[in-house]
């Protein structure tokens, strides 16, 4: 597969490729208007995040078909789905609790729509998403026995 960088650090499969995906046989391909969401809106966003972290980043989640989603237990209503949201740790840089603390302290010239560290410790990430009219939401998810709830701000 031809596999361009899209932006001066992303190609188009760090968004696309799931191993869950490839491990259950499922199809991630997404549809056209999707992968105009992944290559217009989601990965310019996240070479924004790379250029303020000045460190790789490395995408544990972005695009999820529908049936993927279901699987691993998303949102209905996920911004993975339709393109928008990537999972990511930058662990040159720092946790992920750091990592969201920078990009916070960067809303100024980082337009997102919602930035959400999922989990605590050395196992957590970073969720954030980018939309034509972004919210710039700052959540922190816990997970408690297979629940999440959310509070605000980054603890
Ligand atoms: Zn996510």
Redesign the pocket.
Known sequence: MIDPLITQHFRLSEFLTSQTATRRGIDNTPSPEALANIRNVLIPGMQAVRVILGKPVHIT?GYRSPSLNVIIGGSPN?Q?VSGH???FRCPEYGPPAEVAHRLVSSMQRLKFDQL?L?GAGPSAWV?ISFAARPRNQVLTAYFDGGKVRYSGGIA
Request: aromatic share 0%; hydrophobic share 35%.
């Open positions: 989640s996920s993975h949201a990537a999972d959400i999922e969720h």
